[in-house]
């Protein structure tokens, strides 16, 4: 199983960027992608996780209405698209599977994509 989370960089405050989660090793609709972000000092937390049937959870209410996920099954890959980011969405950001039902992370995480908003 091997995932690899990209398309991270600086950006400005209030600009966009859409990191890309590229799998391989397992069957891609058979689980849930999750994405976590850990900011320098503090420990890797959720943001949000899509099911193989498109429905997505959130678990950071700051990401509400700023963040969506997509997912193509043909490339096995999802997305995570950010928007009207802000100083504090600055972290390293990693995709993983779950149970199909955004439980548990399955143990495998893919190398971060580094992620700076400036203000």
């Known amino acids: 199983v091997q995932l690899q989370a990209s398309g991270g960089g600086l950006v400005q405050a209030g600009g966009s960027l859409r990191l890309s989660c590229a799998t391989t090793g397992f069957t891609f609709d058979h689980y849930a992608i999750g994405w976590f972000r850990q900011a320098q000092g503090k420990k890797r937390e959720p943001i949000s996780c899509?099911?193989?049937?498109?429905?997505?959870?959130y678990y950071e209410d700051s990401v509400r209405g700023r963040f969506a996920l997509s997912r193509d099954s043909a490339k096995n890959t999802a997305y995570l698209q950010m928007n009207s980011l802000r100083p504090e969405d600055t972290a390293i950001y990693y995709c993983?599977?779950?149970?199909?039902?955004?439980?548990?992370?399955?143990?495998?995480w893919g190398l971060g994509t580094q992620v700076t908003v400036s203000s």
């Open positions: 899509i099911r193989a049937s498109g429905d997505v959870t």
């Open positions: 993983t599977t779950q149970s199909p039902a955004c439980g548990a992370p399955s143990g495998y």
